[in-house]
């Protein structure tokens, strides 16, 4: 399961099933798709870079730019 906290409010997101993402922020909670939209919980607003980087589209794990972070810019 992937998690992320926020470096500035300390809430964490965390990718649960359907590829949406769970943001508790000091307890309260909602469950956000990766365009931002809420779907349910008290918490109606969170980070969209945040719920992009947890629940959007993701390079596959056999790509080489995927692998450690790094990326060959010359080969672009």
Do not use: C
């Not at 508790?24 to 365009?35: H, T, V, Y």
Request: charged share 20%.
């Amino acid at each position: 399961m992937a998690q992320l906290r926020h470096p500035i409010s300390g809430a964490m997101y965390t990718l649960v099933e359907g590829g949406l993402v769970e943001v508790d922020n000091n307890g309260l909670k909602g469950l956000f798709d990766a365009e931002g939209r809420h779907h349910s919980g008290e918490l109606t607003h969170a980070d969209p870079h945040m719920l992009v980087w947890l629940a959007g589209p993701q390079l596959p794990a056999d790509d080489p730019k995927a692998q450690k972070g790094q990326r060959n810019w010359a080969e672009d």
